[in-house]
């Protein structure tokens, strides 16, 4: 089955600087890859994703990449703010009403 | 349009009763999947279902786990003769006709004593 990897576990970064969080999946049948926000206590939200046709997608601050011949792909969030600061998932899925199997998260803390 | 809801969103089970978590996906939405995330953890898929039907159960354990979503009502994820290590957080998403996006609710934390 699939097999998601997350790193960094732990991310720490001032406010303003920008911050990566990096996935790598193994399943190259997987095309669509969410990623997910979790505030402590909270439910998973959904902040951006991208299917396999698009090498990058953005959305004000946040970015994502998709290599998918490594397949890896990647979070961008620049100009971090406090409420930045959650827990990110990243996901991988075969599409359709597929499951999705989730990276083992990054905690973002950001600085003030 | 209501999120995703899920009751109770905190259960407290002595080892050997059963546990009986709800998800009413959001309206219009055919499509549910149930999650168990343990502390410090990320989110394990268990079961996909469409109404009366289970059509992926493939991170079930196989024994004291079930899971339905008849035609009518909430979706019912059952745990019966609870253990200590069934303590997590399970998680609902939903998603509609024609979209692979899922749509989480807040989650139901149980505890078993």
């Known amino acids: 089955g699939e097999n998601v990897e997350q790193h960094p576990s732990t991310l720490s970064v001032q406010e303003g600087d920008s911050a990566v969080i990096k996935c790598t999946y193994s399943d190259s049948a997987s095309n669509y890859f969410p990623w997910y926000k979790q505030e402590l206590g909270k439910r998973p939200q959904l902040i951006i994703d991208i299917r396999s046709n698009v090498g990058e997608k953005k959305d004000q601050r946040i970015a994502v990449t998709l290599n998918k011949t490594a397949k890896h792909f990647s979070l961008h969030i620049t100009e971090t703010q406090p409420e930045d600061s959650a827990v990110y998932f990243c996901?991988?899925?075969?599409?359709?009403?597929?499951?999705?199997?989730f990276g083992t998260g990054t905690k973002l803390q950001v600085i003030p | 349009n209501a999120g995703v809801m899920q009751n109770p969103r905190h259960l407290v089970r002595r080892r050997g009763q059963e546990a009986r978590l709800r998800c009413s996906p959001m309206?219009?939405?055919?499509?549910v999947y149930w999650y168990r995330q343990l502390p410090e953890e990320g989110l394990k898929f268990m079961v996909y279902l469409q109404k009366e039907n289970i059509i992926d159960e493939s991170g079930m354990p196989k024994e004291r786990f079930s899971a339905e979503f008849p035609k009518e009502g909430p979706s019912i994820l059952r745990i019966q003769q609870v253990v200590r290590g069934d303590s997590a957080a399970y998680f609902c998403?939903?998603?509609?006709?024609?979209?692979?996006?899922?749509?989480f609710g807040p989650g139901t934390r149980l505890l078993v004593l």
């Open positions: 998403a939903s998603s509609p006709e024609g979209q692979e996006t899922q749509y």
């Open positions: 309206k219009g939405h055919s499509h």
């Open positions: 996901a991988a899925s075969k599409g359709g009403y597929q499951k999705v199997t």
